[in-house]
């Protein structure tokens, strides 16, 4: 296997690591500036309290003065409200909203002071005389709103990395893309002039005199036939390949006794179905033989030339997906078993990739291609249905109706 992928899935942990570890400093940052924050209001509000009844129990005069500028007054934003033990005293920084009624205020007051008394002990102001009053607080605003920041930052975090990602991955398929669709073009268009010029030489042969009763003539006009089915599958991935009602029982009959005619005799085909001869499904002829062959050779490896491959035709049931409306399409399944070597569990996935093979001279692309061809132009599902290592393997095709 190529090491990109454990490569891609160690920066995919890098990254969310980095992610945590942000979204942790933050979190713990944030509460350090809230400490102190709060400690100092709480300073700011017992200040506020002494300065009450220095006030109260002085002689007005340029102290009192200086003392309620400078402490009383100063404090614009610590929402305050002063009671006597029964009443509203007085309120301070409450931004009660405008234009309410007396009676809405009162009330809306009453909520505030049963809120502040769950956050903090009040504060006693002796007023001398056995007359109390009582400071109720909260925190102000930016404390409050310090409070909530972390939050506000791992959400912003999370939701760049989201949209990171699926920019990412979806300009990497767009490249790939590109990259599958004009490599199968000029492949196609490559064979194209040396594949007519090979017709011309068939048809050359078959009037001379020489060659004519020659089987020369017939070798030629199979492996023109061989290159023509090439040069068909690569044309067509490498445009909008057209889909048409095709009997499947039959169209995957034909593909496997081609298969059968070029494979060792010590493998055995078959095919089963549970369903009626005539069921249709929607595909293109040529890139589906290429998915069957992919699918049929790699078995044929895994079985080292000796073993059987079954195909079973049946129904499936479509999962709901919900980005698609109105009623699911019908779907129908072909379930290829083998009897090889089997693939371990944690590599179901990794089969398909382009570049994953465990074999000396593979390249690791007829899986990856065969998921192309059916997710993508078919959009149907290829996945590993059943395997077990020793025992054997299921591939599943799922095509619409
Ligand atoms: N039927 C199967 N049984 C066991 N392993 C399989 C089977 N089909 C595919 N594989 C595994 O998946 C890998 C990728 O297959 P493929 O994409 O066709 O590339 P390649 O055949 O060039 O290796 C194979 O190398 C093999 O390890
Ligand atoms: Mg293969």
């Not at 309120?91 to 009330?107: H, Y």
């Not at 009997?247 to 494979?263: C, F, G, H, W």
């Not at 078919?378 to 059943?386: A, I, P, S, T």
């Amino acid at each position: 296997m190529l090491p990109i992928y454990n490569q891609k899935s160690r920066i995919k942990i890098v990254v969310a690591v980095i992610a945590l570890l942000i979204g942790a400093a933050t979190v713990v940052y944030t509460n350090l500036l809230v400490q102190r924050v709060s400690d100092r209001e709480q300073e700011q509000i017992k200040l506020y309290a002494k300065a009450q009844k220095f006030i109260i129990s002085s002689e007005v005069d340029s102290n009192t003065n200086f003392v309620f500028e400078e402490i009383i007054n100063a404090n614009t934003t610590i929402p305050i409200i002063l009671t006597d033990g029964q009443n509203v005293v007085s309120a301070k920084n409450m931004n009660l909203p405008r234009g309410l009624s007396t009676a809405d205020s009162v009330a809306l007051m009453q909520r505030e002071l049963a809120q502040m008394k769950l956050l903090h002990a009040p504060i006693l102001v002796e007023l001398g005389a056995g007359a109390r009053n009582y400071i109720f607080y909260k925190d102000s605003q930016l404390l409050r709103q310090l409070r909530t920041y972390p939050l506000v930052q791992i959400v912003v975090i999370g939701c760049l990395a989201i949209i990171a990602y699926f920019a990412f991955s979806s300009s990497r398929r767009a490249e790939q893309n590109r990259v599958w669709v004009g490599l199968a073009k000029e492949t196609a268009h490559q064979l194209g002039t040396p594949l007519s010029s090979l017709v011309g030489w068939q048809a050359y042969l078959r009037e001379s005199e020489r060659f004519r009763d020659e089987p020369i003539i017939e070798e030629l006009g199979k492996d023109i036939r061989r290159l023509e089915i090439i040069t068909e599958r690569f044309s067509n991935i490498g445009s909008v390949p057209v889909l048409k009602d095709e009997n499947l029982l039959q169209t995957t009959r034909n593909a496997i006794e081609y298969l059968q005619s070029r494979v060792s005799k010590k493998v055995v085909f078959s095919i089963e179905s549970d369903l009626p001869t005539d069921t249709p499904a929607r595909l293109n002829v040529p890139l589906f033989d290429w998915v069957i062959e992919n699918i049929c050779k790699n078995a044929v490896d895994a079985m080292q030339g000796r073993g059987a491959i079954t195909l079973h035709l049946r129904r499936v049931r479509p999962r709901r997906t919900w980005y698609r409306r109105g009623a699911p399409p019908r779907q129908v399944a072909v379930d290829i078993t083998d009897t090889g070597s089997g693939i371990p569990k944690n590599k179901f996935g990794n089969v398909f990739m382009p570049g994953f093979t465990t074999k000396k001279r593979g390249w690791g692309l007829g899986l990856a291609l065969a998921k192309r061809i059916i997710e993508n132009y078919h959009e149907g599902k290829l996945f590993v249905k059943w395997s077990e290592v020793g025992r054997g393997t299921t591939f599943r095709v799922v095509l619409n109706q």
